[in-house]
């Protein structure tokens, strides 16, 4: 069973900074892509950003130059480091992966969410 826990989540004054962790558990073989989606009230999910091994990652236009995504391949660990927030940026945010197992050959795989208020 595989498993996606985030944390760092919070509340944050404009301008300020968090760091977002996603750690995945299980009985993992591999993880290609990983990134976070972002949903805030009233509004449908979207992407923030996302990482596949490999390559350069990709990030909404909202958020770049702002936003940094980050994996640590050996932990199973991804982040999301977030600098200027605006208020706009108020959401729950989703971590992802699309990770291989033993039975399962490419799903994604999704956290509970963390939730990201900004305010002042």
């Known amino acids: 069973q595989v498993q996606l826990v985030e944390s760092g989540g919070g509340l944050v004054q404009p301008g300020g900074s968090l760091r977002l962790s996603c750690a995945a558990s299980g009985t993992i073989v591999s993880i290609n892509a990983v990134g976070w989606y972002r949903q805030a009230p009233g509004e449908e999910r979207e992407l923030v950003a996302r990482?596949?091994?490999?390559?350069?990652?990709d990030y909404a236009d909202s958020v770049k130059g702002r936003f940094t995504i980050s994996r640590d391949n050996a932990k199973n660990l991804w982040y999301l480091q977030m600098n200027s927030l605006k208020p706009e940026d108020t959401a729950v945010y989703y971590c992802?992966?699309?990770?291989?197992?033993?039975?399962?050959?490419?799903?994604?795989?999704w956290g509970k969410g963390t939730l990201v208020t900004v305010s002042s």
């Open positions: 992802y992966a699309d990770i291989f197992t033993p039975t399962v050959w490419g799903m994604d795989y």
């Open positions: 990482i596949s091994k490999g390559d350069s990652p």
